[in-house]
């Protein structure tokens, strides 16, 4: 079993729909939740960080943690076809360097 | 601006060749990362080094050698044996704990032909 699982989609939503991506994770001692978009040929870039239980708002963009269920969360409201990207989960525990990864999630967002 | 370089962008490789994959920050981190992408794969973490002039080996180092001479750079040399070299490889960098995240940079497609 992964650590971290992350369903590969795709997922394809019209524009202006509700989007959630969803992550699972086994290891409780995770502390920091991130999210990275990432377009098709390019590096990841951080998008969304959270620690421990709780939600985040950035504009469209929710972070919700439930560390009870080991269950991440990232909304997106009123998508957009510029929101079209692989999105990926990452999680840390505490006092190392490492990151764990998801296989990310292919969203599409048609006009 | 601060970042990470990586280049070139698209190298392609003839069979039994070794090539290297530059990666280059600016940020003054300390730990810097080469991941492998393939589709439906994820990222696979190659090599890792926390300091200069000391790394260690990921999860898929066979095949892959590394240097950290300088804190500002991290090459990637993908050698003869490794089998199936054709992907996308990333660098990343930070501060040395993983809490804060990572900074990726634009990535280097290989192809061997």
């Known amino acids: 079993q992964k650590e971290v699982e992350q369903d590969p989609g795709p997922l394809s939503v019209p524009e202006g729909a509700i989007v959630s991506l969803n992550c699972t994770y086994s290891?409780?001692?995770?502390?920091?939740f991130m999210w990275y978009r990432q377009y098709s040929r390019k590096g990841p870039e951080l998008l969304m960080y959270?620690?421990?239980?709780g939600n985040k708002e950035d504009g469209r963009f929710t972070a919700q943690v439930d560390k009870s269920s080991k269950y991440i969360s990232l909304f997106i409201r009123d998508s957009q076809p510029s929101d079209s990207a692989t999105y990926l989960c990452?999680?840390?525990?505490?006092?190392?360097?490492?990151?764990?990864f998801g296989t990310g999630t292919r969203l599409q967002v048609f006009p | 601006d601060g970042g990470i370089t990586q280049s070139p962008k698209y190298l392609f490789r003839k069979e039994g060749q070794n090539v290297t994959l530059s990666c280059e920050q600016n940020?003054?981190?300390?730990?810097m990362y080469w991941y492998r992408q393939d589709p439906g794969q994820g990222l696979r973490l190659i090599y890792y080094?926390?300091?200069?002039?000391?790394?260690q080996k990921g999860d898929i180092a066979e095949g892959y050698s590394v240097s950290r001479e300088k804190k500002e750079s991290f090459p990637l040399t993908v050698t003869s044996a490794q089998k199936n070299p054709t992907a996308f490889y990333l660098c990343?960098?930070?501060?040395?704990?993983?809490?804060?995240?990572?900074?990726f940079g634009s990535g280097t497609r290989l192809t061997v032909v």
């Open positions: 940020l003054n981190h300390d730990a």
């Open positions: 080094s926390q300091i200069v002039n000391d790394f």
């Open positions: 959270t620690y421990s239980s």
């Open positions: 290891n409780s001692a995770f502390q920091y």
């Open positions: 990343a960098s930070s501060i040395g704990e993983g809490q804060y995240g990572y900074t």
């Open positions: 990452a999680m840390s525990p505490p006092n190392t360097d490492k990151l764990i």
